[in-house]
């Protein structure tokens, strides 16, 4: 494919992320931070991040599971989700995570059901616009193509 | 003893090499934090742990210059780790939350926190971070060298009209003391930074070992006696001074009271001592000390007076020695300065309270916010305390002993003391001595020691408290948790990042803009024909040689679902 049109589709496909809120300027901001001595690096801090909140949905997932919900496990798990998600920019993630928070504090199960899907599909929903750019990146690369460059 | 290394920093131009130790639980903030770290040239160790980090910080004879820690971690408070920091390492201590709410800042801050800054974190908040490390050096420099002994002469010459020339310390007497400092300073040469300040100070290590041995000494003394040069010379470390500890006492005081506030000591109440031995033994591994009662027993009384800073600690520190019959009358100027760091001079004690009746005649306020205590001592009576006034600071209405040490010496005093607190003003208070002839003295802040000009009392065993920067205002010791009235220190500046909006979508991303229809943006299904949409036409023949399922690596750090992908591969190489 010629190299120019995948950069377009890159871009084009990176700006609708953005405009829709899965990724936010903090995203933008570890795209300035990779360089030469670690060209890997928004790579690695992405994949660290999902397999981070991975693990958190499904301990998560387990605590609400409980016959007797410890609501401070809980909260002490969600807030970590929102540390975690704005580490990578995952805007749309950190707001239901903070929806999550309130469902919590007013110790309601169900309600904290319903957020944890929330959350959920955010993250699905974040994790694959992650992996369709790094695809893309990677595509890009590889037929010889330049990354547009992230300003600000 | 902890000793400074020579620093293994190359010699690069400060602040670049800065030494930062991370502690974030959250591996990708630890990432992140690094790589911007290491962008701004500072040399980065990373810790997920608070107890890892303390680990360190003890062991690595390599020293940091500033610590940034996470508020939430899952093994200690981030508080905490920030209050062991600054008790045993004595080093700037940033925190980090994604948690702005105005309280958080607060505690960071009444803990000792330099700054605390919001997540996420921007690079020039980061590399700004050298400057708290300079302005810890330089206040510390500067309390040493500047304030306390040009304040105390102004106190002393600027005294009531009662004070008679001679309770001035005279300038060669000053300006040898002011040398000795000086001496003691350049002596450990610490080359840590290559900051301009030409005098460099010390920094003790306050390792594991070398608090157990400031605590077995404080023990071995007897709480209500210590003092810094008694607990110096029962430790028998060579190379430590007694600004050292006294600085660490000082320290030490307020965990304590901080402690002691936590185990439902509110001010007031009846301190179980077992309770409070108890709980000073979990923490420091304590020997139980009896003194550890009468200590709370004075501080207890402390409470009914309002506003009062530092009277509890003072009482239970101004041990000053039984001046024996030959005592004269003693002059106490009290005040407090709040410290920005625990600066190692100017003796800062403020004094409030009442003298009993037999001295209450002798009280003359100066005017309405400066009362003045009188201490009478009389000649002819025998082991008269001279700080006898204290236990009636406590409560005048009580035949309290005092218990404090006796004076060795059979000269009168004076002691000189400033508090210059700005909030603090209000609780100055003066004791002005009723006969002349008394030696004036110097006084040493944070240690309280108090040399007598004429070189005959050396009253160093009155471990005054002064505030310290940040740490909980000692009147929380005292009063209830809803008057905060925090001694705040007077240079902490702490940025308080506003959650900016910047994080909101960059509408200034200068990608590459493509004609295309939004609306295919509603479907957020996951498959392929996201993608498909910003294809206008692919010619199928231009990509076929391009297999991407194949070409693609799946590598152990590329998360990669197939299934889902089978529909862009489709779409962008059919």
């Known amino acids: 494919m010629d190299p120019d049109k995948l950069t377009k589709v890159y871009a084009e496909f990176a700006l609708d992320v953005f405009r829709q809120g899965f990724l936010d300027n903090q995203y933008v901001q570890l795209q300035q931070l990779q360089d030469e001595s670690e060209p890997q690096f928004v790579l690695q801090t992405a994949t660290l991040f999902l397999e981070d909140s991975e693990k958190l949905l499904n301990e998560l997932c387990g605590i609400l599971d409980d016959k007797e919900v410890d609501f401070e496990k809980l909260v002490a798990r969600v807030r970590k989700l929102t540390d975690s998600s704005a580490s990578i920019g995952a805007r749309r993630v950190k707001n239901v995570c903070m929806d999550f928070l309130n469902c919590c504090e007013k110790v309601s199960k169900e309600g904290c059901v319903d957020c944890l899907k929330q959350v959920r599909e955010e993250y699905l929903l974040v994790k694959r616009k992650l992996e369709s750019l790094f695809k893309l990146e990677k595509q890009i690369l590889a037929v010889g193509g330049s990354l547009p460059a992230w300003l600000q | ?574």
Request: aromatic residues 6%.
């Open chain 2, 1 to 574: 003893m902890g000793n400074p290394l020579p620093s293994s920093r190359p010699a690069e131009a400060f602040p670049a090499g800065l030494r930062v130790l991370i502690v974030d639980d959250d591996p990708t903030w630890l990432k992140i934090l690094e790589k911007m770290l290491r962008k701004c040239s500072y040399q980065v160790t990373t810790c997920s742990l608070a107890t890892d980090a303390l680990h360190i910080l003890r062991e690595r004879k390599a020293r940091f210059d500033i610590v940034i820690s996470d508020v939430n971690m899952p093994d200690m408070d981030g508080f905490k780790l920030l209050e062991h920091v600054g008790l045993e390492m004595d080093l700037p201590v940033i925190m980090m939350s994604i948690d702005g709410e105005t309280s958080r800042v607060m505690k960071g801050v009444q803990h000792g926190a330099c700054d605390y800054l919001l997540k996420p974190v921007r690079m020039k908040e980061l590399r700004n971070i050298w400057q708290h490390v300079y302005r810890k050096k330089m206040h510390e420099l500067k309390e040493v060298e500047a304030h306390s002994f040009d304040e105390v002469i102004n106190i002393l010459r600027n005294g009531s009209e009662d004070i008679e020339d001679r309770y001035l310390i005279d300038e060669t007497e000053m300006s040898s003391m002011r040398k000795r400092k000086d001496v003691e300073n350049k002596e450990f040469g610490d080359q840590e930074l290559n900051d301009p300040s030409t005098v460099k100070k010390a920094r003790v290590v306050w390792s594991v070992d070398l608090h157990q041995k400031f605590v077995n000494a404080v023990d071995q003394i007897g709480f209500d006696k210590v003092g810094p040069k008694k607990i110096l010379d029962s430790m028998n470390v060579p190379g430590l001074t007694r600004e050292n500890v006294a600085s660490h006492l000082q320290k030490y005081r307020l965990y304590l009271s901080r402690l002691q506030k936590q185990n439902g000591g509110t001010c007031g109440g009846n301190m179980p001592s077992d309770h409070m031995n108890k709980t000073i033994k979990g923490n420091f591994g304590l020997k139980s000390s009896t003194n550890m009662q009468q200590d709370w027993e004075l501080t207890k009384y402390a409470c009914t007076i309002e506003n009062f800073q530092t009277l509890g600690i003072v009482a239970n520190a101004a041990h000053v020695s039984e001046m024996n019959s030959r005592v004269a009358p003693a002059q106490v100027i009290a005040s407090k300065k709040a410290l920005v760091n625990d600066a190692q001079l100017g003796l800062f004690l403020s004094f409030k309270g009442m003298l009993p009746s037999i001295k209450e005649k002798a009280c003359k306020p100066l005017h309405d916010e400066r009362p003045v205590m009188q201490l009478m001592q009389y000649p002819e009576q025998e082991n008269y305390s001279i700080l006898e006034g204290y236990s009636c600071l406590a409560n005048p209405d009580r035949d309290h002993e005092p218990s404090f040490d006796h004076l060795p010496s059979s000269q009168p005093l004076v002691m000189s003391a400033t508090c210059t607190n700005g909030k603090d003003m209000k609780d100055l208070y003066e004791m002005k001595p009723l006969q002349p002839a008394i030696p004036p003295m110097a006084c040493m802040i944070d240690s309280v020691s108090i040399q007598v000009k004429h070189g005959l009392v050396n009253l160093q065993d009155t471990g005054a408290i002064c505030k310290l920067e940040g740490s909980p205002s000692i009147e929380d010791f005292y009063l209830d948790e809803t008057n905060n009235q925090g001694c705040f220190p007077l240079t902490c500046e702490v940025s308080l990042k506003s959650k900016s909006d910047s994080d909101s979508m960059p509408e200034e991303l200068h990608l590459y803009s493509v004609q295309k229809k939004l609306d295919c943006l509603e479907n957020l299904s996951v498959s392929g024909t996201e993608i498909y949409q910003y294809i206008d036409s692919v010619p199928t023949s231009e990509v076929q040689s391009i297999n991407w399922c194949e070409a693609s690596e799946l590598t152990g750090d590329y998360l990669y679902d197939q299934v889902d992908y089978s529909l862009i591969d489709e779409y962008l190489f059919a």
